[in-house]
């Protein structure tokens, strides 16, 4: 009898409330409230058995296609979410409408293209992560006017433009991330309402040069990274607003020159905080810049020895600052 009415105790505190339940082929960890699916031949989102405190959720591996408002709805505690790496092509219209604590939505590695308007209205996103999807054109209307992200990932996508009308939406941005896109263009005021960005990644785009003016309003930029893309020429007062930067990369391009004045607003620039390496210079009279520069400021420059000529012939594969001034027929 005893037993009995112990287990019945039991059973009405735990299992028969289903307080302790879990989705199937997932993994509960009551006590932080996490749920976790890894790598389970799942091919639609778990219909039941949340726990209604769930905080944290992860659905990673698996062969999902979709997700709706419907399923969020029953996890209104949600706060993070993470979504790597399944095979999600739709999401619903107002998609985070019952999850009004969520600030990370990460839905890195899944099939996402067009997605209805107001798809990341309603929660209080922090962090988005759209890194590695087929995104070609990044809509304004996904998200709500004056959104609280401070950190958007876009990199691995198809963008060929920077998504400007979107990014306006976007005050508290602190990081964004373009990298590996098909981007040729920045307009020169597409980073205009970003006064709060402190890191950049533009890396392995087919940019070519940059407006005068782009980053005239991102004055707290404090990483700037532009390597691999196919800048050949940079104006003069490109970097004049941003005396916070501490590192820009600007390897693996095709700059032969740079503009005498380029460099001198980067007063913050960390120990080997600028990368100049893999650009074709030409060691002309024009050079002279960039070789007073780098003697002065070795400390601030990775692997300065191998800053290299390209050209004119007879200096092909010498060190820009090992050039003596007749050399460069500096001599007057
Ligand atoms: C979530 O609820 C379960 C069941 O009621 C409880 O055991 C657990 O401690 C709760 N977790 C948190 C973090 O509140
Ligand atoms: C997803 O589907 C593919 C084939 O349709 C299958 O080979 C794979 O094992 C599935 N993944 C999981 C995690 O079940
Ligand atoms: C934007 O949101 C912030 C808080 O996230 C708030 O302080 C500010 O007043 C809002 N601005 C506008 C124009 O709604
Ligand atoms: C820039 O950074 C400084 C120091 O971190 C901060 O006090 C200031 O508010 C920032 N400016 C903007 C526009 O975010």
Partial sequence: MKSWCAFAILCLAYFCHGTLSCPPLC??????????????PLTEYPSEGFPKNTTILTIQFTNITSISEEHLNVTPLLQGLHLYSNHLQSLSPHLLRGVPLLNTLDLTGNRLNNLPAGTFNHAPLKDLVLKNNLIEKAEAEWLPDNSSITWLDLSGNSLMKVPTALLQKLPHLERLDLANNRLEKVFADSLDSLTKLETLNLQNNKLETLDPSVLHS??????????RNKLNKLPTN???ELSQLRHL???DNQLSHIPA???EPLSSLDEEGLDITNNPWLCDG???YLWRWLQKNKKKVFLPQTITCAHPQPLEGRSVMSLTESELNLQS
């Fill in 218 to 227: 991102t004055r707290n930029l404090t990483y700037l990274f532009l390597s």
């Fill in 286 to 288: 024009k050079v002279e």
């Fill in 261 to 263: 004045g380029l460099l």
């Fill in 249 to 251: 990369s600007l390897d």
């Fill in 27 to 40: 993994k509960c960890y009551h006590r932080r409230a996490e749920v976790v699916c890894n790598a389970v």
């Fill in 238 to 240: 490109v970097f004049q």
